[in-house]
Structures are given as C-alpha cells and as structure tokens.
C-alpha cells in the first residue's frame, strides 16, 4: 500500500509545479500579421461583381452562412448591427469605413436577390455575397472556413447547411488580422476594429 501511495503522490507532483491552464476569455484569436487576404470575386446582392480588393481602405467583417440558416447566421448579422451600434456610439466618424459582408455557402438557393431581403433585414448598407458554391468553398479554405450540406430529420428543409461560424477581420491594408468565435462579446469586436481602423 505504501508503495502504491508513493508512486501516486509521484505521478502527481510534476503536475503540481507546472502553472493552472489558462482560462479561456471572450474575444478574437490574433492572425499572423504576415498574411494578406486573398483577393475573390463573388456577385453582391445588386448582381454586381465584388472584390475583396474593393473595401481596401476599410475594415472588413466577414461571415460564411446562409439565408436558410435556422439559428447561427441570424445572430451573426444581428451582431454585426450591434457591432455597427457600438462604433455609432464611441467612433462614429469611422462607421463608413466598415464593410460588413456575408457570404453565403449556398448559392443553389441564395441568389442576388434572396440576398439583398436577407441581408437588408438587418442593415440596407450590409453586403451579401453569393456565387458558386465550389468558388465560396474555396474562398473559405483561406480562412479555415467548412462547410456541408445536410439532409435533416424532423424538418421540412430540403437540405440544410451545416457550416463554421467564426467572423473574419480584414484590415484596411488587406491583412487578415481576426477570427472571432460565435458569440463573442460586439463590443470586443467593435474595439478591435476601432483599433485596427487608427494603425
């Protein structure tokens, strides 16, 4: 028995003097400085095409999702028009500067137009994305964003998408600079962009 608690209280020391794990905080994972977005162009919900190169000179927030999304997407658009609230409040001169856009990983069903409602629901000046869904997937890839489609139980959807749901910041030099979990706190995001809008 003696020599069982040894081992135990052994086995155990190390981990005593090595410091608590980090507790997790609300917020945005900081992207290599070194690495510029990848230009794309997709149709806006006008039926125009749009560059990534367009918002140069403004900070881009973007999110992968889609219109028939029953719970994500609409959260995220709503954050973003808190995110747009929070900048009206504290940095109103650098609201203009912001591009808020949507991409949508379903461009069987989102066209320019579904698009244009969806988006203009939440903000008439939010930008909504579409396109071949093998271009978006692509698009996505640089940002570590997935997406599959799904045939679901117990709903009347034809198919629904299941599909990541962070939020990407690109600087107005054209550098990824955060990804932000779902359901990170907007004012967090609105001080990061404030921030990066004053570099």
């Known amino acids: 028995m003696l020599i069982v608690l040894i081992g135990l209280a052994l086995s155990i ?8 794990p980090a507790t997790p905080t609300p917020g945005g994972i900081v992207v290599d400085q070194s690495r510029p977005a990848r230009d794309f ?15 140069r000179g403004k900070a881009v927030l973007i999110f992968f999702g889609y219109t ?5 997407c609409p959260l995220a ?12 409040k504290t940095a109103p001169a650098m609201v203009d500067r912001v591009a808020f856009v949507m991409i949508s990983v379903d461009g069987e069903r989102d066209t320019p ?13 939010f930008i909504g994305l579409t396109g071949d869904p093998n271009k978006v ?3 996505g890839l640089d940002y570590g964003a997935k997406s599959e489609k799904q045939k679901p139980t117990g709903t009347q959807a034809s198919y629904l998408i299941a599909h990541t749901s962070f939020t990407y910041l690109i600087g107005p ?3 990824w600079r955060m990804a932000y979990p779902f359901a990170t706190p ?10 990066i809008l004053q570099d």
Not at 13 to 20: E, F
Not at 68 to 72: K, M, S
């Open 13 to 20: 020391a190390p981990n005593l003097l090595l410091p608590p």
């Open 41 to 55: 162009t997709l149709t806006d919900q006008d039926g125009k095409p749009a560059n990534l190169s367009d918002w």
């Open 68 to 72: 028939h999304c029953p719970d994500v």
């Open 77 to 88: 658009l709503a954050d973003f028009k808190q995110v747009k609230r929070e900048l009206e």
């Open 113 to 125: 137009e579904v698009m244009k409602r969806y988006v203009g629901t939440f903000d008439p000046t």
């Open 137 to 139: 997937a692509q698009i």
């Open 173 to 175: 030099d054209g550098y």
């Open 186 to 195: 907007t004012d967090q995001i609105a001080r990061d962009v404030e921030r």
